[in-house]
């Protein structure tokens, strides 16, 4: 047990050391792992804020309008409202008359609806029930169940929006993870070489300890230790930028947002743990990984 301590005691201690010792090549290594890690905070935040917007968006889209034919009799009315109620997940029906329709279009119109006045007379709009939904996924159904019912003139649900809205959230989510997989497989290169600089000037040294009959792990540990401590300080760097930055960049841009597309971005502390937790993950396993790959041919001679 004491000499496992020690062991592991030693392995740290010379992590420390060669971290030290090869500062100059370190700050390359975290330089390129933060750089990596930035970008691929970028698209994290961006996947987030998708994900985000298409979740909030199909929450806007759970209302279905059903137009209804103007000859329509009471007896046709009530079976069509029957035939809503039947369907699963119906929060609300409320039945939109004509004359409340045109209303309503002037609401809209604002200080230009004195260009509708007149159609009272011969109102052109029709009578409809407006229903919502519990959640997006009983839409489907209620508007297959309404349509070409007779006294349906027409079903209003904006399914092509929703469905390219989460066409476009796949594309980005699987788009953004190959771009993360490459940038990953890039940081591992780059750390594989620093280390590899540092093992090939400390080669002798490493040849004797093997002579000596010291083990493969024993060797490798305090380079795979120096690996973990350049990409944490790498995740750090870049958890403090991106964080920050994007702290900034919410500022200034989500009233805007909003403003314009009734859309809020993700609150910095909403992506706050992830960050942390994904970018030391990364940070500290393409430091291990790249230790291990850059080690692996001196210690097989």
């Known amino acids: ?24 090549m370190g ?20 996947i987030l804020s998708i994900n985000n917007f298409v ?34 997940g119906i929060v ?4 939109e008359s004509k004359d409340q329709a045109l209303d309503k279009f002037k609401q809209d119109w604002g200080d230009e609806a004195y260009l509708l006045d007149g159609l009272e007379r011969n109102n052109p709009l029709p009578n409809s029930y407006v229903v919502k939904v519990e959640e997006i996924v009983y839409a489907e159904n209620l508007v297959s169940s309404l349509t070409g019912l007779d006294g349906v003139e027409k079903v209003k649900y904006d399914k092509d929006v929703i469905d390219k809205l989460m066409l476009v959230a796949d594309y980005i989510r699987v788009g953004g993870i190959i771009v993360i997989a ?5 940081s591992i290169f780059l ?13 002798r040294e490493i040849n004797i300890m ?15 230790m120096e690996g973990i401590l350049f990409g944490l300080l790498g995740a750090i760097v870049s958890i403090v930028i991106v964080y920050y930055g994007y702290e900034y960049f919410f500022d200034v841009v989500n009233e805007r947002l909003y403003s314009l597309f009734s859309v809020f971005l993700l609150a910095p502390t909403m ?19 790249g230790s291990i790959v850059s080690m692996k041919r001196f210690l097989n001679v």
């Not at 700050?27 to 961006?46: C, D, E, R, Y």
């Not at 706050?272 to 430091?287: E, M, N, R």
Request: glycine share 8%; net charge positive; proline share 1%.
């Open 191 to 203: 750390i594989s070489n620093t280390i590899k600089l540092t093992v090939t000037s400390r080669r």
């Open 210 to 224: 093997k002579y000596v009959g010291a083990t493969n792990n024993y060797i490798r540990g305090p380079f795979v």
């Open 182 to 186: 490459i940038l990953v497989f890039v």
């Open 27 to 46: 700050v390359a290594s975290v330089t390129s792992i933060s750089a990596v890690l930035m970008i691929l905070g970028i698209i994290l935040i961006m």
């Open 1 to 24: 047990m004491n000499l496992k301590f020690r062991i592991i005691n030693n392995i740290f201690k010379q992590g420390f050391q060669g971290m030290w010792r090869n500062r100059g």
């Open 92 to 95: 609300s029906i409320i039945f």
């Open 271 to 289: 992506i706050f743990t992830d960050i942390v937790i994904i970018f030391s993950a990364i940070g500290i396993g393409i430091g291990a990984l």
């Open 55 to 88: 979740a909030d968006t199909t929450t806007k889209f759970d209302e279905i309008t059903v137009f209804l034919e103007d000859d329509i009799d009471d007896g046709t009315m009530t079976k069509i409202e029957d035939k809503i109620k039947g369907n699963e």
